[in-house]
């Protein structure tokens, strides 16, 4: 069979093939690690975080095991990463945070706690009274649609807010944008205040991470953990996976009975998985749809930290309070970060900042909803959620 002659293809032919062909390969490129198995990602996540953590140990800054982590989730994320650290993990390295600070819990802190309740309790009203107020004049100038600004203000417990708000009719999206946003920026923020405060050559000499272990103590410390976080999380206890080991190990270790004990090695692992499980949230499609709020988001952001920051100060003068311990406490949300940054540091009072953050998380979790509605009511109920476009 005759061929007819080959046509000649044009010039313009050709700069569209090439066009097209740009265009294919910037979508490949863009899609990232989309189409890729578990196997790629996690390995992916695995080199990132190590050479994060291995850049901020260069530059010495404290919690670089959390904060390591925490940078490359958000990278895995952007590349439209999908994998998650699983559910219980998580759940368990919270248990064996509250472990690690229920092992710094002696009957001396116990009296100390006793005679400045007056603190806690105003730390708490002032934290929670500041961000509702922020909440509202986000709503009220119409930097945030209605009630979304309570929300993303609420100072910790995160995940339940990013619920709760799709339940109470605000934008869930941009409400775990500006939560998970803040628990990056407190770390972040918390980790150079550190930095800063505690002096050169004046912490304290970091533990062997395979330092010889008593390894009864290091099994009966594990079955409260784990044990711990398991009841907390099956009684539906606020913040229960940490909060339940915490106050369990806490009495134990008042009582004599035991004094929980966790090595470094196992205590790191718990940092990545923290770290991850708050890295990995950072979607694409969450980073695409906040990008034009990030400016205001974080300012609102930082007028937080700012105002939390402000009451430290006063803790520090009024109260005799150390300036990095009077810092960790107040920050606005982020415990298990807090506490992290606060033990690293070997300078902060680790149970004063978790007895604050604990305390202030569980009237969150109360004060969040009526908060919410009284906003509502104030605003008049209008422009409660965006228009998607």
């Known amino acids: 069979m005759r061929r007819g002659p080959k046509k000649e293809r044009s010039p313009g032919c050709a700069a569209e093939d090439s066009v097209t062909a740009v265009s294919t390969s910037a979508a490949v490129a863009w899609s990232g690690l989309r189409g890729h198995g578990p196997v790629v990602q996690w390995s992916a996540l695995f080199v990132v975080t190590a050479s994060c953590v291995g850049l901020l140990h260069l530059v010495h800054v404290p919690a670089a095991f959390l904060l390591g982590p925490m940078a490359a989730g958000i990278a895995i994320a952007g590349f439209q990463g999908s994998i ?131 390894g009864l103590r290091f099994a009966e410390t594990l079955i409260l953990v784990f044990g711990g976080a398991v009841v907390g999380q099956k009684l539906r206890i606020p913040a229960g996976a940490l909060l339940v080991p915490f106050v369990v190990g806490s009495v134990l270790n008042i009582g004599g009975w035991l004094k929980p004990e966790l090595p470094q090695w196992f205590l790191v692992t718990c940092f990545a998985m923290v770290g991850w499980t708050v890295g990995l949230r950072f979607t694409r499609e969450v980073i695409v749809y906040a990008a034009r709020a ?24 009024f109260v005799g309070i150390d300036p990095l311990t009077a810092y960790l406490a107040t920050s606005p949300g982020g415990a298990d970060s807090a506490a992290i940054i606060a033990a690293s540091s070997g300078k902060a009072d680790a149970l004063f900042v978790m007895t604050m953050q604990m305390i202030r998380a569980i009237a969150v979790l109360f004060l969040g909803p009526p908060l919410a509605k009284f906003v509502a009511r104030r605003l008049g109920g209008a422009n409660l959620v965006p228009n998607d476009e």
């Open 84 to 214: 998650r650290v699983p559910r219980w993990p998580y759940l368990l390295s919270q248990g064996c945070i509250g472990g690690m600070i229920a092992g710094r819990f002696t009957p001396d802190i116990v009296r100390s706690m006793a005679h400045g309740w007056q603190v806690y309790l105003l730390v708490t009203v002032g934290v929670l009274g500041c961000s509702s107020l922020l909440g509202w004049a986000l709503g009220h100038w119409r930097v945030l649609p209605g009630t979304t600004g309570v929300w993303g203000s609420s100072p910790g417990a995160a995940t339940s807010m990013v619920v709760m708000a799709e339940q109470f009719g605000a934008d869930a999206r941009l409400v775990a944008f500006m939560q998970y946003l803040r628990v990056v920026i407190v770390a972040a923020v918390a980790a150079l205040v550190a930095h800063f405060v505690v002096p050169a050559g004046g912490t304290t000499a970091p533990p062997a991470w395979f330092g010889a272990i008593d």
């Open 294 to 317: 990030l400016p205001r988001v974080l300012g609102a952001i930082f007028v937080l930290v700012g105002a939390c920051g402000l009451m430290g100060l006063a803790l520090t003068r």
